[in-house]
């Protein structure tokens, strides 16, 4: 099709698919609106449409741009980009075996690696559209195993469940609550420790005061790797608080449950296989295309038990082939995205140990980084030491080198992160994240996320805190 070759020609002028020019040409959203011609109505002419898409690309954010160092992904695998490529162009959908065969049994073959290193042995899983969602699936399941009936009778009238989940874990199982009719007054963030992991004495206090309450203890929300600082909860240690009360316990793995592969940090996991079910996303450390997300679980066929609607239109059960194949009925979707190919590309290109690889040098460059700024002027850790590939730190401008730290010193570095990102911004040379942790009293502070990029080395981190001294010293 002519169209795709316009497509990978504007990719290749705008330096998009190997970048070494800028991150990105940054406009204020009115500027940009009136830069780009998006109105619809009239049919457009050939050549306007094509020069609204180049432009559309031009200020793009080029996120396999080294320099793109902002979100817990980044950078693009090849062979992913392939899977995802031919996954468009067959444009089918993954609900049964007969629009989607060799989808069916993609999904099913990288369900069944994914859950044999998980160690859930007689385990399923179902690819979903995010991360978000994959844990709003591990609530449904939780609550499905506690009272079945929920299905049908619905939650009136039943005393309120409670999900625990610590500070530092990700806002999903907040929002989860409150789509699940379970609310966000009855979901209880346990304390952490300095670094970030769930302190289970504290989960088995919010435990024992729920049941004094008359409440129902429904799921715990651990984490391997948690959204700012990286943190690995002790799953040994939740585990047994989640087996003395009987209640679900949940790992959100979807940023750093990629280190299953390394035989180096895989440590950081263990205990995940006494988890009732786990989420993952391959599209954050290991580069696979958005998005690329999972939901694992111990036990098998309790996602159609708590999910399957019968469509007869869909579902027939008197079908030409063996209708266990067909997915469809343990999803919360009907229409879903043939994800599954993108990431059996990689992984079949890439195998076990390419990916441990992977993994091992991101970790290698992680600790690079933290070493060369440890002492570095104009550096200031959030932690000494960090369990994943996030680097948290401050970046303090030379007026306030040397300076006592007291409150309005504080309210000065507070400010700093947001000016020198819009520094490097402007500048389109980097893109690193910032934010407060105000649970932990601590200012904005930068957090850098290390993901599977080939491209970068020590003298590519070295550049970014020369980059970061150039525009920040003298904020």
Request: hydrophobic share 35%; charged share 25%; aromatic share 10%.
């Amino acid at each position: 099709m002519e169209s795709l070759k316009r497509v990978v020609a504007i990719l290749e002028e705008e330096d998009v698919l190997q970048p070494t020019g800028s991150l990105l040409h940054f406009k204020q959203p009115q500027q940009l609106q009136t830069e780009l011609d998006l109105s619809l109505g009239d049919a457009a002419k050939e050549d306007e449409l094509w020069d609204t898409l180049k432009k559309i690309t031009h200020y793009s954010v080029k996120t396999r741009h080294p320099g793109f160092l902002n979100q817990l992904y980044g950078g693009l695998d090849d062979y992913g980009l392939a899977g995802e490529v031919l996954a468009s162009a067959l444009n089918t959908n993954q609900y049964t075996y007969e629009v989607g065969p060799t989808f069916t049994l993609c999904e099913m073959e990288v369900i069944k690696r994914a859950l044999s290193l998980v160690g859930f042995k007689n385990g399923e899983g179902i690819f979903t559209p995010g991360g978000s969602l994959a844990n709003m699936y591990s609530l449904v399941l939780a609550r499905y195993k506690k009272y079945p009936e929920v299905k049908e009778k619905g939650i009136s009238g039943m005393p309120p469940f409670v999900i625990y989940t610590s500070q530092d874990a990700h806002y999903s199982i907040t929002k989860g609550s409150h789509w699940l009719g379970i609310g966000t007054d009855n979901v209880i963030k346990v304390k952490t420790d300095q670094g970030g992991r769930i302190l289970p004495s504290a989960l088995e206090e919010a435990i024992e005061l729920t049941l004094a309450q008359g409440k129902v203890p429904m799921a715990v929300n651990s984490t391997a790797g948690t959204t700012v600082l990286g943190a690995y909860d002790n799953f040994q240690q939740v585990a047994d608080v989640c087996s003395k009360y009987g209640v679900w316990m949940h790992v959100d793995g979807c940023w750093g449950g990629s280190v299953i592969f390394s035989k180096k940090h895989s440590h950081l996991l263990s205990g995940i296989e006494r988890a009732d079910s786990m989420s993952w996303n391959p599209h954050k450390m290991l580069g696979a295309p958005l998005q690329c997300s999972m939901i694992l679980v111990k036990e098998k066929g309790l996602l159609n038990a708590a999910n399957r609607a019968g469509a007869t239109y869909l579902f027939q059960q008197d079908k030409m082939y063996d209708v266990s194949y067909d997915s469809g009925d343990k999803s919360v979707q009907c229409g879903r995205k043939t994800d599954a190919l993108k990431l059996w590309t990689l992984w079949k290109a890439r195998g076990d140990s390419g990916l441990a690889r992977a993994v091992d040098d991101i970790f290698h460059l992680s600790r690079y980084f933290l070493d060369k700024i440890r002492y570095r002027e104009g550096f200031k850790l959030v932690l000494d030491e960090f369990q994943c590939t996030n680097i948290c730190f401050w970046y303090i401008p030379n007026r306030l080198r040397n300076k006592t730290e007291d409150e309005d010193w504080w309210e000065q570095v507070h400010a700093v992160a947001p000016k020198l990102k819009e520094k490097m911004v402007l500048d389109g040379c980097l893109m690193i994240g910032y934010q407060p942790l105000n649970h932990k009293n601590l200012r904005n502070f930068f957090r850098l996320v290390i993901t599977c990029r080939p491209e970068r080395d020590e003298a590519f981190f070295d550049s970014v805190i020369e980059n970061l001294d150039r525009l920040g010293r003298d904020l």
